[in-house]
């Protein structure tokens, strides 16, 4: 294979591989046709030569500066780029002089402001007079949404156009043209390619960095050898204190296993060792939230509630309080439903990625996020006939899963039966809901 010089600057091998890989045109801008295709709003402006000041709102890594400089070389202005973090008024005034004495001769400038939303509202004032007389052509870029972070007479007086995180499809472009530059493909095995390009989570340039990572590793690189080379490895465990470690696993396990004796005999010998009875506190607090969760929502608040009496006692008195807390929990109906639930869903969110949710469910307090479909659709689901309205409120593109899912014991039991009413609400929902459209958060 050998790259290129259409697509890529390979002048350089010093330079990293985001910047030898950025496009030369806006046809190569991956992942953006929806605003940079010939037919799409921003390419009918290319097109006619003439841009209008815009703001990019979108995730990190998905072209926002690319896109902008290439719309300058493709309309002919100059590129004058600055970044709200580290700019000021000073900054503005020379730019703005500048693009007026290209204005006497005939040439345009596009102003493009990185983290334009970083800006206060007297930065941002300062723009509008060179905008509306055509001295610059602004084009902002954000992370964070218009409607709060900018002034309604710059929001005016330009138009938003909302980037997209780049997709599977996207990212896969990005790994073959990397491959294509570097003349030889990557030494990934099938299932850490894909992996390499979850773990970008949108982020194109976050992906080539992660590339220029692996590149040389000796092949085959599978997904375990992959996770150790571009994640922080997790520091090791202290094993200093075996003897606290090991006193704290028996308190625990005898817990978990019902047994109220063996617990406060291991309490007992915590305390009398010296353990500090907060740590003891802190521990019991997760075992109430981890091994028994949902089967007595009730343990959680007699642990916190032991904390609280031996911060306010101290000892020897609040260690009662400990003790009564341990019986509570030995003797408490046991599941890790949300535990486990819980570790399910973390792994589907990282495998999705950032996902939007689905636009019906979406606050729209502003008409741009109106305009965009925010809320569209809501039912509330406490004003329905059943008080359920089995709408879907997974992302958009991701099928439901099942990540909670409840034991037979305690509390759990109702809502075993509870989920499965509105399992079957769902399969067959009511002929007709109530819609009260004004419910907010």
């Known amino acids: 294979m050998s790259a290129q010089p259409s697509l890529f600057d390979v002048d350089d091998s010093s330079q990293p591989l985001a910047d030898r890989l950025r496009p030369r045109t806006l046809g190569d801008v991956v992942g953006q046709g929806h605003v940079l295709d010939a037919d799409s709003p921003i390419g009918r402006m ?41 700019s000021g008024v000073a900054d503005l005034r020379k730019v703005f002089r500048a ?42 870029a954000t992370t964070e949404n ?56 949108g982020d194109g340039r976050y992906l080539l960095n992660m590339v220029e990572q692996v590149r040389y590793l000796p092949a085959p690189v599978d997904q375990a050898t992959l996770a150790a080379a571009v994640q922080k490895r997790a520091p090791l465990y202290d094993k200093t204190q075996e003897g606290h470690y090991n006193l704290i696993s028996a308190l625990h396990k005898s817990l978990r296993g019902s047994d109220p004796d063996a617990a406060l005999y291991w309490l007992a010998r915590m305390l009398e060792g010296g353990e500090d009875p907060l740590f003891i506190a802190r521990r019991l607090t997760r075992f109430a939230t981890e091994d028994i969760g949902m089967a007595d929502p009730a343990a959680v608040q007699q642990a916190l509630a032991a904390w609280d009496v031996y911060d306010r006692l101290g000892s020897p008195e609040g260690e009662l309080a400990i003790a009564q807390a341990v019986v509570y929990l030995a003797t408490a109906p046991k599941s890790i439903g949300v535990y486990r639930g819980f570790t399910r869903a973390q792994a589907a969110s990282r495998r999705t990625g950032s996902l939007m949710p689905p636009a019906h469910i979406l606050n729209a307090p502003t008409r741009l996020m109106k305009d965009l479909g925010y809320g569209e659709g809501y039912q509330y689901d406490p004003d329905t006939d059943t008080g359920f309205s089995g709408a879907d409120y997974f992302p958009v593109g991701m099928p439901r899963e099942t990540f909670y899912e409840p034991s037979t014991g305690g509390y759990e039991r109702a809502i075993t039966e509870r989920l499965r009413h509105w399992a079957t609400l769902r399969e067959h929902p009511a002929a007709s809901h109530h819609h009260s459209p004004h419910v907010d958060d």
């Open 46 to 86: 290319v097109t006619a030569h003439r841009l209008v000041s815009m703001i990019l709102w979108g995730p990190p890594g998905c072209g926002k500066t690319t896109i902008a400089r290439l719309l300058a070389d493709q309309t002919g202005l100059a590129f004058e780029p600055l970044s709200a973090t580290f």
């Open 99 to 140: 693009a007026s004495g290209r204005r006497e001769i005939g040439q345009g400038t596009m102003l493009f402001v990185d983290e334009i939303h970083r800006f206060n509202r007297a930065q941002q004032d300062s723009f509008l007079p060179y905008v509306e007389d055509g001295t610059v052509v602004l084009v902002g």
């Open 146 to 201: 218009p409607s709060f972070e900018l002034n309604g007479a710059l929001l005016s007086r330009s138009q938003v156009f909302v980037l997209r995180r780049l997709d599977e499809g996207a990212l896969d472009t990005l790994v073959d043209r990397a491959e294509e530059l570097l003349d030889r493909p990557l030494p990934l095995t099938a299932g850490a390619r894909e992996a390499l390009i979850a773990m970008a989570d």
